[in-house]
């Protein structure tokens, strides 16, 4: 099974704040990645797919970057309403995995 | 507009069985893979189980191989999940959740859109 390794677990940053989630693939999963964002009491809402295209509708301070084991997910201007969990996914072949999450507060 | 309902949580003993449906409306139902995605109390998103569109492609988490089953009625929009044998640790909210394409390379594509999901709890 593919192992996805996030990182930070948690961070804090204020808005305006650059920020960015790591995604550590244990084999090569090419772009099958796509990331996800989460709020209390919500369902999850795709935000990038093939690791770097992003979902219409989703505001472009979000992208996302990488290839093969190291992903990237960045906010380059944090707003309020991005206070979430994010997951990323790996789609290379089953069983599916998700990272274990990352958890963004607003300062 | 694109939707997806989930129905048939409950609270179920250890053992038992349950079947949760989703009713997607909105798009091409057949043309597209669909999937369940649970989540623990508490937890992160765990993947369940997928189904191709033409419903002959299925697959499992090794945790719910053997005792869940995946189907989809094309004909009535409507994706399933047949639950035997559960377990104290099947309990979540679980989700339907429709793939971004059909076929083997669907994953490319992500998924695309979440049902708000339907309760399970295994308790006696």
């Known amino acids: 099974d593919i192992q996805l390794t996030q990182s930070p677990s948690f961070l804090s940053a204020s808005v305006g704040d650059r920020v960015t989630i790591t995604c550590r693939a244990s084999?090569?999963?090419?772009?099958?990645l796509a990331w996800y964002q989460q709020k209390p009491g919500k369902a999850p809402k795709l935000l990038i797919y093939?690791?770097?295209t992003l979902q219409s509708g989703v505001p472009s301070r979000f992208s996302g970057s990488g290839s093969g084991t190291e992903f990237t997910l960045t906010i380059s201007s944090l707003q309020p309403e991005d206070s979430a969990a994010y997951y990323c996914?790996?789609?290379?072949?089953?069983?599916?995995?998700f990272g274990g999450g990352t958890k963004v507060e607003i300062k | 507009e694109v939707q997806l309902l989930e129905s048939g949580g409950n609270l179920v003993q250890p053992g038992g069985s349950l079947r949760l449906s989703c009713a997607a409306s909105?798009?091409?139902?057949?043309?597209?893979?669909m999937n369940w995605v649970r989540q623990a109390p508490g937890k992160g998103l765990e993947w369940v189980s997928s189904?191709?569109?033409?419903?002959?492609?299925?697959y499992y988490a090794d945790s719910v191989k053997g005792r869940f089953t995946i189907s989809r009625d094309n004909s009535k929009n409507t994706l399933y999940l047949h639950m035997n044998s559960l377990r104290a640790e099947d309990t979540a909210v679980y989700h339907c959740?429709?793939?971004?394409?059909?076929?083997?390379?669907?994953?490319?594509?992500?998924?695309?859109?979440w049902g708000q999901g339907t309760a399970v709890t295994v308790s006696s």
């Open positions: 084999q090569d999963i090419s772009s099958y």
């Open positions: 959740v429709k793939g971004g394409a059909d076929g083997n390379g669907w994953g490319a594509y992500g998924m695309d859109v």
């Open positions: 909105g798009f091409t139902f057949s043309s597209f893979a």
């Open positions: 189904v191709l569109g033409g419903g002959s492609g299925t």
């Open positions: 093939a690791a770097s």
């Open positions: 996914q790996q789609l290379r072949s089953y069983p599916l995995t």
